[in-house]
């Protein structure tokens, strides 16, 4: 039996998300069995940035969720990621636990190359925002080989699988879950697939996520798109130096540095003045 986790963002039942996510795993395999987690249900906490889990050995300080979302996620064959679209972006929880990335990578090695779907669901057809290319980049981010990647659209709970063509896209990202992953699209990154570009000049692009260049170049038939060089940002050598080594360094660095960095920051401290809300139990008990 292959063992399939389903992370689910939506905290409402049987919505669009993890009916997609059923119908993903129902077609990945009839050898498969999918387990699901509402990543709502751990409880993560915001990392604090205290780099505590950068010295080998050590975990995260923060006393939640997280450890046991790693053995779950080492225990999977694939995974699916799945979050609706709130405000132009993925749900909130998502980037709670992307955010940990730090505590994360130190699983690069079990993580690696672990299929994975994206499933992203929104309520209008362009009012997707970002959501997509964040998912994407989170999953990359932790390692995962993702198979493919798809925004279904729908307001009402079910009706994102109820549109056209949602139920063949779904078993196409099911049988890619093992198998061969797709191509990038039309107008996304070919190296990261996010559709989020920056134009620093009339004549180039870069891939807002991964930094992937092109080149802009007019022809008879219109504008063609030449990719140039890629940072090669979620290679496995790239993500483990970045934090394994340099952000090891810059550890190092801050303890050499912490006199001359305290009188800079000195500058700032006193004459506060932090506001609080208050303490109200009715709210603490909601
Ligand atoms: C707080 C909130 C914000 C939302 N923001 C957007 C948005 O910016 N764009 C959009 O297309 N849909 C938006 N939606 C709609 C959801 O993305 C849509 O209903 C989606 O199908 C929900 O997925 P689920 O059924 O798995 O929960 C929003 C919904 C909520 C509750």
Known sequence: ?????????????????????KEVAGAAGDDCQLELIRL????????????????PGKQCPLNDGLYYLVEKIKAADAIIISAPCYALGPAAITKLFGDRIIALAQFIDEFWNKPCVV???????????YTLSALNATARFLGFDLKDCHMFIGALPGEGIS????????????????????????GECPTCWSDIWKFPEPSTAICAIC???????AGEEGIKWVYGDSRRMFDKEH????????????????????????????????????????????????
């Open 239 to 286: 993500l483990t130096e970045h934090f394994q080594g340099w952000l090891r360094g810059k550890v190092q660095e801050f303890l050499a540095r912490r006199n001359e960095l305290t009188i800079v920051r000195g500058r700032y401290k006193g004459n506060d003045t932090w506001l609080l809300p208050p303490r109200d139990e009715t709210i603490d008990q909601a």
């Open 119 to 129: 499933i992203a669901t929104s309520g209008i057809d362009g009012w997707e925002g």
């Open 163 to 186: 549109k056209a063509g949602a139920l063949a896209r779904a078993g196409e990202m099911g049988r890619a879950l093992f198998g061969q992953a797709r191509q990038a699209g039309a």
């Open 211 to 217: 930094g992937q260049t092109a080149s802009l170049v």
């Open 1 to 21: 039996m292959r063992k399939i986790l389903g992370l689910i963002a939506s905290q409402r039942k049987l919505a669009n998300g993890e009916i997609l996510t």
């Open 40 to 55: 709502t249900d751990l409880k993560l906490e915001p990392c604090r940035g205290c780099y505590a889990c950068l010295v």
